[in-house]
Protein backbone atom coordinates (compact mmCIF):
# COMPACT_ATOMS: atom_id res chain seq x y z
CA UNK A 1 0.00 0.00 0.00
CA UNK A 2 1.46 3.12 -1.20
CA UNK A 3 1.15 6.49 1.10
CA UNK A 4 -1.64 7.60 -1.22
CA UNK A 5 -3.50 4.53 -0.94
CA UNK A 6 -3.63 5.18 3.06
CA UNK A 7 -4.31 9.01 2.90
CA UNK A 8 -7.42 7.76 0.16
CA UNK A 9 -8.49 4.88 3.07
CA UNK A 10 -8.18 7.27 6.21
CA UNK A 11 -10.67 10.08 3.94
CA UNK A 12 -13.13 6.76 3.63
CA UNK A 13 -13.06 6.15 7.53
CA UNK A 14 -16.23 7.42 9.81
CA UNK A 15 -15.35 10.83 12.05
CA UNK A 16 -14.92 7.87 15.06
CA UNK A 17 -12.45 5.99 13.25
CA UNK A 18 -10.25 9.28 12.55
CA UNK A 19 -10.37 10.28 15.71
CA UNK A 20 -9.05 7.09 17.34
CA UNK A 21 -6.51 7.06 14.37
CA UNK A 22 -5.50 10.17 15.27
CA UNK A 23 -5.53 9.12 19.40
CA UNK A 24 -3.36 6.36 17.85
CA UNK A 25 -0.64 8.33 15.93
CA UNK A 26 -0.30 10.94 18.54
CA UNK A 27 0.46 7.41 21.25
CA UNK A 28 3.34 6.31 18.50
CA UNK A 29 5.10 9.26 18.05
CA UNK A 30 5.60 9.93 21.95
CA UNK A 31 6.58 6.41 22.25
CA UNK A 32 9.14 6.69 19.43
CA UNK A 33 10.08 10.57 20.28
CA UNK A 34 10.49 8.45 24.37
CA UNK A 35 12.56 6.01 22.69
CA UNK A 36 14.57 8.69 20.45
CA UNK A 37 15.49 10.67 23.96
CA UNK A 38 15.91 7.19 26.05
CA UNK A 39 18.95 6.22 23.05
CA UNK A 40 20.28 9.22 22.96
CA UNK A 41 20.47 9.44 27.17
CA UNK A 42 22.21 6.08 26.93
CA UNK A 43 24.71 7.31 24.24
CA UNK A 44 25.34 10.65 26.29
CA UNK A 45 25.96 8.12 29.81
CA UNK A 46 28.31 6.05 27.54
CA UNK A 47 30.29 9.02 26.39
CA UNK A 48 30.20 10.47 29.45
CA UNK A 49 31.81 7.16 31.22
CA UNK A 50 34.66 6.90 28.52
CA UNK A 51 35.55 11.07 29.42
CA UNK A 52 34.34 11.83 25.95
CA UNK A 53 32.06 14.55 27.08
CA UNK A 54 32.43 18.18 27.43
CA UNK A 55 30.85 20.53 29.67
CA UNK A 56 31.09 24.20 29.66
CA UNK A 57 29.42 27.77 30.88
CA UNK A 58 30.99 29.48 27.89
CA UNK A 59 28.52 30.44 25.35
CA UNK A 60 31.24 30.67 22.13
CA UNK A 61 33.25 27.53 23.02
CA UNK A 62 29.59 25.54 23.23
CA UNK A 63 29.14 26.85 20.12
CA UNK A 64 32.34 25.77 17.99
CA UNK A 65 31.91 22.09 19.95
CA UNK A 66 28.29 22.28 17.86
CA UNK A 67 29.64 23.74 14.32
CA UNK A 68 32.90 21.68 14.82
Known amino acids: MT ?3 LVE ?9 KEEL ?3 LKQY ?3 ERRE ?5 F ?3 RKEEQRGELKY ?3 INELKRSISG
Not at 9 to 17: M, R
Not at 36 to 40: A, P, R
Open 9 to 17: TVKDLSIDE
Open 29 to 31: LRE
Open 42 to 44: ELA
Open 3 to 5: FSD
Open 36 to 40: DMYKN
Open 22 to 24: QML
Open 56 to 58: SAD
